[in-house]
């Protein structure tokens, strides 16, 4: 007996809770029209249209009947279409406005990259002189052999052995300085 008092209040608790299931869409009141505009397009909103327009009521609550009188001021078109109008040019003002600045942005930033580019080569290119005339001169030094060089009278001068390991020494250290 208690078994089935259980079963009737489980069943009783399924059918009420369907019941609630059922009714909560018909709580939304959201009313949805429907017209057509002048160019006979059928449109449909949450926003009444104008009030010379016939229109007709989806769900929701009914729609008063149109008095038939002239309305206040003329009306194109419905609300809600010159609403999404204005904001669509709004939009297209500020997407325009956002994509001109962006296009500058990334044009200043391709002139920066070109100037910092060009002296990186710069850079790279008076490295390798550098490191060429370094070489050259180590294999003077190396080579041996008798060196000279002209003094401030403008006489040729010879340098001895002290001078040419100096010469190799300070040649070496340029080489490490401007070849990888």
């Known amino acids: ?62 729609v008063a009947k149109p008095t038939g009188q002239v309305p206040l001021t003329p009306v194109e078109g419905d609300i809600a279409t010159s609403v999404n109008r204005n904001k669509t040019t709004e939009k297209a003002k500020e997407t325009s406005a956002s994509q001109d600045e962006a296009a500058k942005k990334r044009a200043q930033d391709a002139e920066v990259q070109k100037a910092a580019d060009q002296q990186k080569q710069a850079e790279l290119k008076i490295k390798q002189e550098n490191c060429a005339a370094a070489r050259k001169n180590l294999v003077t030094y190396s080579t041996g052999g008798r060196i000279s060089k002209i003094n401030d009278q403008g006489e040729r001068e010879y340098l001895g052995d002290e001078d040419l390991d100096a010469g190799k020494a300070d040649a070496q250290k340029d080489v490490d300085a401007y070849c990888d």
Not at 33 to 60: A, C, F, H, L, M
């Open 1 to 62: 007996m208690t078994k089935n008092l259980l079963n009737k209040g489980v069943c009783m608790l399924v059918r009420l809770l369907l019941l609630c299931l059922a009714i909560v869409p018909l709580m939304a009141n959201a009313e949805i029209y429907k017209w057509k505009d002048k160019d006979g397009v059928t449109r449909y909103s949450d926003i009444p249209p104008p009030s010379n327009i016939k229109q007709e009521s989806i769900r929701g609550k009914k």
